[in-house]
């Protein structure tokens, strides 16, 4: 029967998940810039180019999307390769990944308001130090949040860039078989950090390689973190695209998609930047490993790794637990480090609306990432069977990742006004498969690839069909790397406010939706509610996906590594 | 035969707009309808409010009320300008809309508005068309295209216990924050709130505001704003952070007065921080004024979009919440806090002894203290204002 599947499917499966991605991309394009350079009507006009080429921010606008992106890509890459190398396998680092994974589920605004909540002068840190420590006995004037360096903003994005490196970085590690290369690099007398940057890291960076692209793209065209933690004299190329987007004067939604062009050749050169960047590090790192040295640094490096990422962690927990704080807080003013009194009230008002929007949350998540996954797998499976490489054109499928929202969720919304497609709840389904399926197939493709391919040969020997080799030894064995994906497909649904709104025409209340127009106000009390019930949905599938393994394989050793 | 004659008339059926006139065939028709009111979802009292209305218009009429809570009011003009370029001219997304200022004259001028409703709605009789701007939006004539839900004035809130007394003018308002750097800053324009302490600003300034009636392109600009410019030059070193940072809303700055970052906050609602006050938003040192020679104030109104298929129903909740049960829930401190846009003296005897015996709130100033109004300027200001500001102060 799972041969007749594939009988009927040949090929077709990687022909729909292109389309799927591309299409909306290109048409959606197509339709936000082509209004904007005129090419509809009376010709190309480059008249919306130059005015915000004349904007006096831009400059400074497009260079702290750059320094912002590029700057918390590296630090969190760094921070993961640290903690990966120093304490991958341990107990300790088994505690870590329990805490950085349900973090990725953390909505980003969320995550970003607690963190303001947390750094601000008048925020937990100094109400806790003041008036004691501190003196203050009220806040000092302190440039801390949207400091002009966007180093605030860095540091909300790597907090938020290392949960899901990490996990990508999991899912993808038991294919290097890390445990082989530690004893082997061990017996040759190389510490537990250098062994592993030397033998392991090299091989695991290739397979996370898209997503540490996605985070740069990602980083360098965020709107909601950037608001929040970022400067606003002038903020970041996206958050200008937003504000031209929503200015009353119809005319500037021109410049809004012309600029988003500028944003995606922005991140066109940054990535081809990094990509020479890699060659360089490739280059030193291969003369560094030939060195033989046994590195020295070894104790700074682990306590270092650990340490941020804990920082990165607790920086998360604590931001959350204030806006839990907040969710029942009364009265609460500076210095106070708590709440002079308590009030259901907050949960009362926002929750019972909250469990309906969740309702239809999960199931639009549900929805996209079940389609997605189907189609990853059926993509990752039908390239395997052929015996082609991974095509070149599979990267097309990270374009919905890599080109900014801004520029072609417009035209999608034209387009599926054009088809006449009601908007409601199948059309966000679609739009939210846009940006699943990437996730989905970025977290599988890693571990589906390098999964060792003479486990096939060796069923086969034994008689198995191949429709038999994929459902009773592949898919079970890459069960943690399947869950990963769904559990990174639902927070990724959870997560997306622009598609829903655009899509839904604003008639779908997600959690997302919700949280975000509130938090357009700045209570910290409805945002808390929201946040909470927010990662209480993106939380679930990853505790599955990190509970399942470990209960379904409890009695396979090999499958424990990692 | 028959068939064509029912050929001929479907055009005609589909394009049927419901008349305000004839009320009662409005009612028939709204009945059963869902009206998606897009209004700005960023403040949970209001969003409290909306919910209690949809809840009312249920039982009485029978129309459902779906609150599509907006970030900013102009995603939901380019939803309607987008539903017009992708020819979605009968069924939109939006019913109605919470608009005024230049959005409003965006749209109108767009043609984009159904209309106009507004003066045959039945409550319109209890509106104070005399002595509120209910007719104009920003200079702009309504011309029935919207209706007014409540009115708004600006206020300065200040935390008494760190700033006692009252600032008469933006020339107190400069020296106070001149001997306490760091205590003052106002919302972010292009934000509509920080747009209107510019334009409060302007007109405090100015020897004869009269001229900032007649759009920009009509005026001598530079000699006009000059006064304003030479006031922020000194101001914004003195400001929170600066300057170098601004809140990014009005809600944002009663958080930074609540964390007591901040002493003076500039509100659009005389009656928003009475109602902070009760929901532990601010704290109950918090008082109002206003300025010597008056502040601006506006309606807000509801505007209902050319492609609504509910706009049978979208009137009724238009007509619904000029009603004097709506207004005096709204005018209610505990509840909202804004002002009723209806004239006391249409009033029935009862309604009229309910909104008397309405308590202020704490922080709230009477409709005498409240003053002079001052008009809007025309919505070309807003824009113009913004734009220079941002070049000069928000690119740095």
Redesign the interface.
């Known amino acids: 029967m799972h041969r007749s599947v594939w009988g009927i499917l040949p090929g077709a499966l990687p022909l729909l998940t292109l389309m799927v991605m591309l299409g909306p991309v290109l048409l959606g394009l197509w339709w936000t810039l082509a209004p904007a350079l005129g090419l509809l009507s009376e010709g190309l006009s480059l008249g919306p180019l130059r005015a915000a080429l004349a904007w006096p921010g831009l400059r400074e606008a497009s260079l702290l999307s750059v320094t912002t992106g590029i700057g918390s890509t590296v630090i969190a890459l760094a921070i993961t390769a640290l903690i990966l190398a120093g304490w991958s396998g341990t107990r300790a680092f088994a505690v870590l990944q329990r805490l950085l994974s349900p973090l990725l589920a953390l909505p980003h605004a969320a995550a970003a308001f607690g963190l303001a909540f947390l750094i601000a002068p008048s925020g937990w840190i100094a109400r806790s130090l003041s008036p004691g420590v501190t003196g203050w006995d009220r806040p000092p004037d302190l440039l801390i949040l949207q400091d002009p360096w966007g180093l605030t903003l860095i540091a909300g994005l790597v907090t938020k860039e290392v949960p899901f490196l990490l996990l990508m970085a999991l899912a993808a590690l038991p294919q290097t078989a890390p445990g082989r290369s530690r004893n082997v690099a061990t017996a040759l007398g190389y510490g537990r950090v250098t062994g592993f940057l030397k033998t392991v890291f090299p091989r695991l960076y290739v397979q996370i390689r898209l997503p540490v692209y996605v985070t740069l793209a990602y980083a360098m065209s965020t709107v909601d973190v950037a608001i929040i933690l970022g400067p606003n004299t002038p903020p970041t190329l996206s958050v200008q695209i937003v504000r031209w987007m929503s200015d009353p004067d119809i005319g500037t939604r021109d410049l809004a998609a012309v600029a988003a062009l500028l944003q995606l050749a922005l991140v066109i050169a940054a990535i081809l930047a990094w990509r020479l960047a890699e060659r360089g590090v490739a280059f030193l790192g291969r003369r560094w490993i030939e060195s033989g040295r046994r590195g020295s640094a070894e104790g700074a490096g682990r306590v270092a790794g650990y340490a941020l990422g804990a920082l990165s962690a607790l920086a998360l927990v604590a931001g959350i637990a204030g806006l839990a704080v907040w969710s029942v807080a009364g009265l609460w003013s500076f210095p106070s480090a708590l709440p002079d009194g308590l009030t259901w009230r907050s949960w009362q008002r926002h929750g019972p609306p909250g469990l309906e929007a969740m309702g239809t949350t999960l199931a639009i998540a549900a929805i996209a990432t079940a389609v997605a996954l189907v189609l990853a797998i059926g993509c990752l499976e039908t390239e395997e069977r052929r015996g082609v490489r991974p095509s070149r054109a599979m990267w097309l499928l990270y374009l919905p990742l890599l080109v900014p929202q801004t520029a072609f969720l417009p035209g999608v919304q034209i387009g599926l006004l054009s088809a006449g497609l009601d908007t409601g709840f199948g059309p966000v389904v679609v739009a939210h498969l846009v940006f699943v399926l990437p996730y989905v197939f970025l977290s599988l493709a890693g571990p589906y690839r390098a999964w060792d391919a003479r486990y096939s040969t060796v069923a086969a020997t034994l008689g198995a069909a191949s429709g038999r080799v994929l459902w009773r030894v592949r898919l079970p064995m890459l069960t943690r790397a399947c869950l990963t994906a769904v559990a990174v497909g639902m927070a990724v649904s959870v997560g997306q406010y622009l598609p829903t709104l655009l899509a839904g025409g604003g008639r779908v209340a997600t959690l997302t939706t919700e949280a975000v127009a509130l938090a357009s106000g700045g209570d910290r009390r409805a945002i808390g509610v929201w946040a909470i019930l927010q990662t209480g949905a993106a939380f679930l599938p990853f505790a599955l996906a990190l509970g399942l393994p470990a209960l379904l394989f409890r009695n396979r050793r090999g499958m424990q590594d990692g | 035969m028959r068939l064509a004659i029912l050929a001929s008339l479907l055009p005609v059926a589909a394009y049927a707009q419901p008349d305000p006139a004839d009320w009662d065939a409005v009612l028939d028709e709204a009945r059963g309808q869902t009206v998606?009111w897009?209004a700005?979802?960023?403040?949970?009292t209001t969003?409290?409010f909306i919910a209690w209305a949809g809840e009312r218009i249920d039982e009485e009429y029978g129309v459902t009320l779906?609150h599509?809570?907006?970030?900013?009011?102009?995603?939901?003009?380019?939803?309607v300008?987008?539903?017009r370029?992708?020819?979605?001219d009968e069924d939109g997304?939006?019913d109605l809309i919470w608009i005024n200022?230049?959005?409003f004259?965006?749209m109108k001028e767009?043609g984009l508005l159904f209309g106009p409703f507004a003066f045959d709605l039945p409550n319109w009789q209890y509106v104070d068309v005399n002595g509120k701007t209910v007719t104009t939006d920003f200079t702009v004539p309504t011309e029935g295209y919207e209706a007014p839900w409540a009115m708004a004035q600006v206020v300065f809130m200040h935390d008494t216990a760190?700033l006692a007394e009252p600032l008469g003018s933006m020339e107190a308002i400069l020296d106070w924050a001149t001997s306490n750097?760091?205590r003052f800053t106002y919302p972010?324009p292009?934000d509509f709130l920080g747009t209107t302490f510019l334009k409060q600003a302007l007109i405090d300034l100015s020897e004869d505001p009269s001229v900032l009636a007649v759009p920009v392109m009509e005026s001598d600009y530079d000699a006009v704003t000059a006064p304003l410019w030479a006031f922020l030059d000194e101001l914004t070193p003195h400001l929170?952070?600066?300057?170098?940072?601004?809140?990014?809303?009005g809600?944002?700055q009663?958080?930074?007065m609540?964390?007591?970052?901040i002493d003076l906050a500039i509100s659009f609602s005389p009656g928003e921080a009475s109602t902070a006050i009760a929901n532990?938003?601010l704290?109950e040192t918090v008082r109002t004024f206003v300025l010597d020679k008056g502040t601006i104030g506006n309606a807000s109104f509801v505007a209902i979009p050319y492609n609504s298929g509910s706009k049978a129903g979208a009137m009724v909740l238009a007509n619904f919440l000029m009603s004097p049960e709506a207004q005096l829930r709204a005018q209610d401190p505990e509840i909202l806090g804004y002002g009723t846009v209806l004239d006391m003296a249409a009033l029935s005897e009862e309604d009229r002894s309910a909104f008397d015996s309405l308590a202020l709130g704490i922080a709230t100033l009477s409709p005498a203290e409240l003053g002079q109004v001052q008009d809007e300027p025309h919505p070309s200001w807003a824009?113009a204002l913004a734009d220079d500001w941002?070049?000069r102060?928000?690119?740095?």
């Not at chain 2, 370029?85 to 979605?88: D, F, L, P, S, T």
């Not at chain 2, 929170?240 to 809303?249: D, I, L, S």
């Not at chain 2, 609540?258 to 970052?261: G, L, S």
């Not at chain 2, 102060?393 to 740095?396: A, E, P, Q």
């Open positions: 998606y897009h700005w979802g960023g403040s949970t969003n409290d779906e599509v809570k907006l970030t900013d009011t102009a995603d939901a003009v380019t939803r300008l987008t539903e370029q992708a020819g979605e997304a939006v200022g230049a959005n004259a965006s767009e760190d750097p760091g972010q292009p929170w952070r600066e300057g170098r940072a601004y809140p990014q809303t809600p944002r009663l958080q930074l609540n964390d007591d970052e532990f938003e704290p824009t941002q070049e102060y928000g690119t740095r």
